[in-house]
């Protein structure tokens, strides 16, 4: 058995893997964010760890014979948080998270203290990664920064909860803008630029490989054996492309999640940030992907469900109905700023065009179709960084909703897929990163990190999709005009 821990911005989520590849159970445990000030994301690590505990708790009582089996945890987590841990790895503030926009002017100065930034670790520098947020302390909070001896990502701060080992792996530490992306080791050049240094880093294991082994008190408690190994794990968008079996260059998928992430598999570095297109290190060794990303996506839907007061099932039913796309007004999603393809923290949400015969269901419609619109910019991006797509997979929350699977095909003209259990998405990839572990050097990637069966195949419809298009001429135009207003 296989352990998949998965630290969401909303949950962390626990999945249990067999040694067939089959997902055996799953348990969850809310988180909530906090925004003490305008642009802020935080939330206290000390939450992660008490949601870990209690997702334990509710996976060993649902399947108590099959959790003293685990042999291999695996993590998965947001990524880009910065943990801040002081003397006696005591944590000095509020995690910062990757939707936190209060370093807007540090990324101008890191650019400039950085000049070979974009080469080394492929990204223009953002809001949402690691590096400014430490500026931003450096600047705002000099009396922490001068006690920071370890800087730690989300999941890798669980890691060392488990097994006491401060270690990352590529493809997490690649969305710090501290790390050489091609040659996946620590940039001292990027780390000089920030104030620290190579020793305030975890060590870097690739992901499929072993980290540490789990503590024995905890393995004890949670009635686990004493040799529990614990693999180097992914940011949550690698462990979920390992969880749909999105190995090989070409392969790739939307996660339809708090955010919106649209990712495909290289087989080399290739670093577009013009685009501002994310290059990322893989999973796998000798793997790198592309990635374009929208902050507010399945999370533009849950505030729309909190506003109208109305669940997601009630307001897709009344869709099922009523065709909104003639009468439905437009719909920026940008409730957190945008990173691609606007690259800007101060990008906010709108509904334009509605009168007085707009009803819940068209603005239910235009939220779904605005994300839609979102994920299309992404692609397009992608598509000038010199990356081709015909088909995606569809994993995260929002993918049960076929409604929007559609829409989303016809927008983007691209086929969609869902695959069986695509909702488990990280925890899925992690678990399968903890098996690989545990098979060593000689494991077989493909044989593990297999395609879930297709669940429903989505084509776009070409008249739909003509329909779409001046909507999304508009929603184009309509954040043009409106930017830096």
């Known amino acids: 058995m296989y352990l998949g821990i998965d630290?969401?911005?909303s949950e962390v989520k626990l999945l249990l893997l067999d040694g067939e590849g089959h997902i055996v159970g799953t348990a969850g445990s809310a988180l909530t964010l906090s925004s003490p000030e305008p642009l802020w994301s935080e939330q206290n690590p000390a939450d992660w760890w008490r949601a870990t505990g209690d997702a334990v708790s509710k996976l060993r009582a649902a399947?108590?014979?099959?959790?003293?089996?685990?042999r291999a945890i695996g993590l998965s987590g947001q990524m880009h948080g910065a943990v801040l841990l002081g003397e006696a790895d005591s944590v000095l503030r509020p995690a910062i998270l990757w939707n936190d926009g209060r370093s807007h002017a540090e990324c101008a100065e890191l650019t400039a203290a950085a000049p070979r930034l974009h080469d080394i670790a492929g990204n223009l520098a953002m809001p949402g990664f690691t590096a400014?947020?430490?500026?931003?302390?450096?600047?705002?909070?000099?009396?922490?920064?001068e006690r920071v001896e370890s800087v730690l990502l989300p999941k890798d701060w669980l890691r060392l909860q488990l097994c006491g080992d401060k270690v990352s792996d590529p493809s997490d530490a690649a969305g710090t803008l501290w790390l050489d992306a091609a040659r996946r080791d620590w940039s001292d050049e990027l780390l000089a630029a920030c104030g620290l240094t190579r020793a305030q880093m975890p060590r870097l294991v690739e992901a499929?490989?072993?980290s540490g082994i789990l503590k024995p008190e905890l393995a004890k408690a949670w009635g686990l054996g004493?040799?529990?190994v614990i693999a180097g794990g992914a940011g949550d968008n690698a462990a979920s492309a390992i969880g749909i079996g999105a190995t090989q260059p070409g392969d790739g998928f939307i996660s339809l999640g708090t955010s919106g992430v649209l990712f495909v598999v290289n087989d080399r570095y290739r670093p577009n940030p013009a685009s501002a297109v994310h290059a990322f290190c893989h999973a796998l060794p000798q793997r790198w992907h592309q990635m374009s990303v929208m902050l507010s996506a399945a999370s533009c839907f849950k505030w729309f469900c909190n506003l109208v007061g109305a669940d997601e099932v009630t307001l897709l039913a009344e869709l099922s109905a009523n065709d909104s796309a003639v009468n439905a007004p437009l719909f920026l999603p940008y409730?957190?700023?945008?990173?691609?393809?606007h690259n800007d923290p101060f990008a906010s949400g709108v509904f334009h065009g509605l009168k007085a015969q707009t009803t819940r269901a068209d603005c239910t419609y235009a939220v779904l179709e605005g994300v839609a619109f979102g994920l299309a910019d992404g692609l397009d991006a992608l598509r000038a960084a010199g990356t081709e797509v015909h088909q995606l997979s569809?994993?995260?929350g929002g993918s049960r909703s076929h409604f929007w699977a559609q829409l989303i095909a016809d927008a983007?003209?691209?086929?969609?897929?869902?695959h069986t259990g695509s909702e488990a998405g990280g925890a899925l990839g992690a678990a399968r990163l903890g098996w690989l572990a545990c098979l060593g050097p000689g494991g077989d990637v493909e044989a593990v990190c297999t395609r879930p069966p297709v669940a429903a195949l989505f084509s776009p419809d070409p008249q739909r999709h003509a329909r779409l298009a001046p909507r999304l001429a508009r929603f184009r135009d309509l954040y043009q005009r409106l930017r830096g207003a």
């Open 412 to 418: 983007l003209k691209v086929d969609i897929v869902l």
């Open 394 to 396: 569809l994993v995260g």
């Open 335 to 341: 409730l957190a700023g945008e990173r691609t393809p």
């Open 226 to 228: 004493p040799e529990v």
């Open 208 to 210: 499929n490989q072993p």
């Open 63 to 70: 399947h108590p014979a099959e959790f003293a089996a685990v």
């Open 132 to 145: 400014p947020k430490l500026l931003w302390v450096k600047k705002h909070e000099p009396e922490v920064f």
């Open 7 to 9: 630290l969401g911005t």
